[in-house]
């Protein structure tokens, strides 16, 4: 590279290029230089041309090493992108959104996460919750879709579905597998519009790792019937009478049209700084808080003195004197205080903690911090208190530190070649399973078993999934549906029974089973072929004597079954039962 040319178009840098080395179509040879500086721990520059294309002068022997593509920018991760993170080779990738990039001691860069939950990390009882919650909003909605849907989508739509929680995580940069985008769901859009879009989530719940519950997201967009107001298609035409009594609709706090001109109002505004300053110098707790005369006639300046002198004004029919004479009754000057002055130092020390916390989430900063002040109290303090110089502060304070902060960080693609990959190496087949290497099936066990999801026979790429003694296996695009999706593309046998529940099996226990196991998260055996089969667990026998038996019945009152039942833990009295029992069959 050479040095930056004296030229630049429209304020972009330019780097020359060597050229005995690289030539252009365009005959310049220069190209367009990143704008944005790169983080510490990329040692190379990636470039875009400038120019139709680089064609490379074969007087060189090889191209710079550190030209890269212009596509590197889907590696550069932002604050505030939805990422994937892989945490476990064998498990679907976590979704989290980056807050910030932080540098390390020894070098490596941690990103601070935002966590997402996906069904399958809550339990069925909030699972249940969840589903009652989008039956809500899908009987509310006008454009329902969901008898619509397919059974296939209806089961790739819970895919999509996530769950926003308030906990925060580091995590290594370098854990990061793509992109993706995360919305809050509107009622008024489509839901198959995730199912179109690749990466695509979205979430309308708020999950509480350490409560287990979930709560409605308070940022929904308010579209629709139930926010705004139908207007008529005809209004009042010239002649006609509106019946409503207006004093209902509407009360009048000022008249333009008065009598005054804007010098007397001005001047009665003036007289109401001064009594305010003055009633403050009279008052106790405002010479605590405000000692000088600057902060009490600053105070007094606000718009809640000025509001209540217009407010007096208005209702004596805009006559100064008897005004006056309302804002210096004969108990003393009137006092007006605002939000700024009600609070104390602790309050507010309280709320800059909840605002850090929370952002402008009113009601949980209420619960948790000023359970004591009104909603609106609080509203109205926050507005106040981005006026001050406090807030400016912190302002300028945040922006500092965000400058320090990292912006971006590179992540190049990550082509490890997965522990789960079934690979034949040398002509022998072996293969393993998750991260401990050990080789517990040989492909020709695999010969002729399908795909798990798809049933597909035919793979360029087969990789194992679940425990190792089920010897199942997904194919490579089923694969990648499961790392981000967190599941299978087509519905196993148990979610097509809850989706049409009219359709009997003809063992209750088998269907039990498989309920069993897909609650624990555990693949149904696949056999090459569609129907499924089950692997069903080692069982035993319990066998009882006759005498057993009739203990049973003949000591109920000793024994008390469903007591004990209650109580496992609790031993029962074996030789009381024993006596009893004794004494019956001698009688």
């Known amino acids: 590279l050479g040095s930056v040319p ?22 310049e040879g220069r190209i367009v230089g990143i704008l944005a500086s790169l983080p510490p721990c990329v040692n190379y520059t990636s ?23 212009a596509d590197m920018a889907a590696n550069m991760y932002r604050v505030g992108d939805y990422v994937f993170f ?11 959104r980056i807050e910030e990039l932080n540098k390390t001691a020894s070098g490596n860069v941690e990103a601070k996460v935002v966590c997402y939950y996906r069904r399958r990390d809550i ?70 519009s995730y199912l ?3 990466d695509a989530f979205f979430y309308s719940l708020v999950y509480d790792p350490s409560l287990k519950t979930l709560l409605a997201d308070k940022g929904e967009i308010r579209v629709g019937p139930r926010y705004q107001a139908d207007v008529p298609d005809k209004l009042l035409e010239a002649g006609e009478t509106d019946e409503r009594d207006q004093s209902k609709l509407e009360e009048k706090v000022w008249d333009p049209d008065s009598p005054l001109i804007d010098r007397q109002i001005d001047q009665f505004l003036v007289v109401a700084r001064a009594v305010g300053t003055f009633a403050r110098a009279l008052d106790c707790s405002s010479s605590v808080r405000q000692p ?12 809640i003195t000025l509001f209540h002198a217009m407010d007096t004004l208005h209702k004596h029919n805009y006559d100064l004197s008897s005004a006056i004479s309302i804002l210096v009754p004969q108990g003393g000057p009137v006092l007006c205080r605002d939000e700024m002055e009600e609070w104390s130092a602790s309050e507010a020390s309280l709320f800059e903690e909840a605002l850090e916390k929370y952002g402008k989430d009113f009601n949980d900063i209420r619960q948790d911090f000023l359970p004591w002040k009104s909603l609106t109290s609080i509203i109205e303090y926050y507005y106040m208190w981005k006026t001050t110089d406090r807030y400016v502060q912190q302002k300028r304070l945040k922006a500092a530190e965000a400058e320090s902060k990292l912006k971006q960080v590179y992540i190049p693609t990550y082509n490890k070649p997965n522990p789960n990959q079934i690979s034949s190496n040398n002509g022998k087949p072996c293969a393993v399973n998750g991260a ?3 080789p517990y099936q040989t492909q020709n066990s695999l010969v002729g078993r399908a795909c798990e999801s798809c049933y597909t026979t035919q793979s360029h790429q087969w990789y194992s999934w679940g425990p190792p003694n089920m010897q199942c296996r997904l194919c490579a695009s089923c694969w990648i549906y499961w790392k981000k999706y967190g599941g299978l593309k087509m519905p196993t046998q148990t979610e097509e029974e809850k989706l049409s529940p009219s359709q009997n099996t003809e063992d209750s226990s088998i269907r039990s089973h498989i309920s069993r196991q897909a609650s624990q998260a555990m693949p149904i055996r696949n056999t090459g072929s569609p129907k499924s089969a089950v692997k069903t667990r080692q069982a035993f026998f319990l066998q ?33 039962i024993r006596a009893e029992c004794k004494m019956f069959l001698n009688s």
């Open 436 to 438: 401990t290497g050990t």
């Open 123 to 192: 339990s069925n009882s909030l699972i249940m919750l969840a589903d009652k919650h989008s039956k809500e909003i899908e009987e509310e909605s006008e454009n329902s879709q969901e008898d619509d849907l397919t059974e296939k989508q209806k089961h790739q739509l819970k895919h999509r579905e996530l769950f926003l929680s308030r906990q925060y995580e580091s995590l290594p940069a370098t854990h990061i597998r793509g992109k993706c985008s995360v919305a809050l769901l509107n009622e008024t859009e489509s839901v198959l």
């Open 196 to 198: 179109d879009k690749e």
């Open 86 to 96: 892989e945490n476990s080779s064998s498990n679907p990738y976590l979704i989290r």
């Open 292 to 303: 000088s005369l600057h902060m009490s006639a600053a105070a007094a300046s606000r718009d």
């Open 6 to 27: 004296p030229r630049s178009a429209e304020g972009e840098a330019l780097l020359s290029v060597c050229p005995r080395s690289w030539d252009t179509e365009g005959g």
């Open 544 to 576: 009882t004597t006759c005498l057993t038996k009739l203990a049973r019945q003949v000591c109920k009152n000793t024994l008390r079954l469903r007591q004990a039942a209650r109580r496992p833990f609790v031993p029962i009295n074996c030789a009381a």
């Open 47 to 69: 470039f875009t041309c400038k120019t139709s294309s680089l064609h490379h002068n074969p007087r060189c022997p090889s191209p710079p090493r550190y030209f890269k593509r």
